[in-house]
């Protein structure tokens, strides 16, 4: 028997129905806004979506089960397309030094950053791992995320990488969809190893292992300062496409002249951290299907202010999409909305173009658009109930959780229920 779900009466309810493409242009501020809409669900698929006037004479609306969404908004569920879910526990020594004005060298001399979050991620137990991770999920669902993507890379050793990984897999049988991604710059093989040395391991050794374990979809590379040169990531990416494994760009600050364009040639789904990128970088991801990752949380965090050119690059027609950057080290935050926020307040995108860029833009970044990102008929039911009844107040407050509902595949991960006073 069917499993079937009408939700109704939402004041309004955002499709994000567009071209099958990732969207820019005039298309990134079109929402596929509908008053009073509806949505109708059938065993976890989207059967459905218009007025709820013509949704509820619908034959299959007459024995469903209803879920009120009246003078609330209704919109596709987040996709964060970029985190470190399993990166040990939170980092209070470096915060504390952090906020007191120390420097990066300065942490890890005191015995905190990078090193430390590695010892962290070797000493604990994989159960231990997971079981940190998936509280970061939970929080995450709590905040309106249904896809969340999540890299290695903290872990600087092969064995520390492999646990990261198997941790990825573990959290795969949650409900909520989970991509792996293996993060690799600075992986050391042995003192003496160089770079050429070490290219050649993970192109022979830890990529065909990774591929035949299952357990990455996506690699990453950073091309910067200290981490891969152009030459080094185009040898490696090469390596992961023969293997069927899609890939993805670190291109920060301080990245490689021609890391932008390397990452359109191979076919990248994202690029990530963009923040220093020409006016002839932007018209290449323009003419391309490579989406620019925008991560406005670190830098929030970090108290910098080089925020990535957001109005530019949605002005020239670049694919954008908005992720937390979720990590104990430099943004330990799981909440879209606030990132959603961010982007608005320090980017100057506007609610739409910033909604646009953390749902269907972000499943654009995963290769997932075709089932999820956008509420369309056929596609995974994946979808957000607001406390509010205009999309814009999403960005309109800070730090504030408007989610009322969350679901995933058709099945209610979350519904807050309504504060109880009590009677005087």
Known sequence: M????????ARQLLTLRGPAGPRRGDDVRNLGLIQDGAVLIVDGLIQEVGSSRR?????????????????????????????????GPPRMLDYEMRMAGASREEIALAGGGILALSRAIGELSAHTLAAQALRSIEEAVRHGTTTIETKSGFGLTEACEIKILRVHAELQKQPVTVVSTFLSDRIPLSDQAGPDQYL?????????????????EFVDARCEEGAFTVNQAGRYF???????????MHAGRGSNTGAIRLAVEVGAASVDHVTDVSEEEAMLLTQSNTIAALLPGAVFYLGRQDYAPARMLVDRGVAVALATNYNPETSPSQNMQMTVALACREMKMTPAEALTAATINGAHALRRASTIGSLEKGKRADLLMLSVPD???IPYHFGVNLVDLVMKNGVTLLQRSEVKWPAR
């Open 238 to 248: 090469n390596a992961a496409r023969q293997l069927g494994l899609g890939v993805k």
């Open 200 to 216: 050649d391991w993970l192109c022979s050794h830890l990529l065909p292992l990774l591929k035949r374990r299952g357990l990455a």
């Open 391 to 393: 999309y814009r107040e």
């Open 2 to 9: 069917n499993q079937v779900t009408l939700v109704r009466g």
């Open 55 to 87: 949704l509820e004479n619908l034959a299959l609306a007459r024995d469903a089960e209803e879920i009120d969404a009246t003078g609330r908004v209704v919109m596709p569920g987040f996709v964060d397309s970029h985190t470190h879910l399993v990166s």
